[in-house]
């Protein structure tokens, strides 16, 4: 299949289910390769249903069939498959690929220019091999909601499944670098993350408080762990982001307040003495904040050029001017749920962009189809549907 492209030519092998697998290999499936997703006839684990909002979100771009792993003729068509694919990603448990017989050592046999991108909960070995890995459970087991949420009210989850975000990510992130390699050295390799790996990376600068200064960090709230005044600041009408933690900053942002004693002030002159005393110094900031209303506060700071921002729920996200302008959702046709408005292309490429071209397959939409391409011919195909293989 070549569309134009940036990976127009690649063809990937989807295994995936739930959430992070499918994020890995959408971010392939919008810059153009060719995405064959390989599933059950039926799937009651569906979240939401096929047509719901969250399956329409993970799988576009996609083609599907369907297939029986743990028929011999199942396993006879993956192996085919596998033979003109150039990346499979799964999301099994680590010992599940083994039992079908489809794990890297297996099919890099056949294909020896197979990248095999795997993501489990907590990686491919070790004691926590064989547990079942779910995002919030990787938000905990990975420091996140240690350090998220109001100090003494108890642990808080991100409000988004970030650790299967993340994973899905680092996950597509290392197929690309496998496939780059691949033009040097002419052979594939296996990679693989997972969701507390993904969540351990992302602590990022909290987890160097800890590595290079031995510093636990506890859980700051809406202000910046280190950085004051950073945070979320009262107005007249509701509530607005500012960041002004840097000394230039921090005096922009009092003379725009028009509390510019605040920069002399010996509490709040050093960054140091800033974020000891950031509750004394938030309440100096709010009492000005509040003589007017976010949308002002935001054209005053933004002029001064003071970072700062509204706190925008979903609805509003989508209608703010910016991301409109940068066309951050797009509209696909499906055959039955007609027009739908979905997430578009985060990453813009200025010769190959990506895209959303069709909206989530239907179960075995193109089943068919795929198995014309790998040489079954119409007898082979009605039995293959008869002994219920696909």
Known sequence: MNNGSALSGICVIDLTRARSGPTAVRQLAEMGADVIKVEAREDPDVEFGRHGF?????????????????????????????????????????????????????????????VYASISGFGQ???????????QIAQGLGGLMWVTGIPGQGPVRVGIPVADLTAGMFLAHGIMVALFERERSGRGQWVHTSLLEAMVRMLDFQATRWLIGGEIPPQAGNDHPTGIPTGVFRTRDGHINIAASGQHMFKRLCTALGVEPLVADPRFAEPKNRSKNRRELNAELDKALVTKTSREWVDILNAASVPCGPILNVKEVFEDLQVQHLGLATEVKHPSLGTLRI???PVTLSRTPGAVRTAAPETGEHTDEVLGELGYGAAEIKRLRDDHVV
Do not use: C
């Open 343 to 345: 997430q578009n292309v």
């Open 125 to 135: 070995s070790g004691p926590y091999r064989d547990r079942p890995g779910y995002d």
């Open 54 to 114: 969250d399956f329409q979100n993970l799988h576009r771009n996609k083609r599907s069939m369907t297939l029986d792993l743990k028929k011999p003729d199942g396993l006879e068509v993956m192996k085919r498959l596998v033979e003109r694919a150039d990346v499979l990603v799964e999301n099994f448990r680590p010992d599940v690929k083994h039992r079908l017989g489809i794990d890297y050592d297996t099919l890099s046999t056949i294909n020896s220019r197979l």
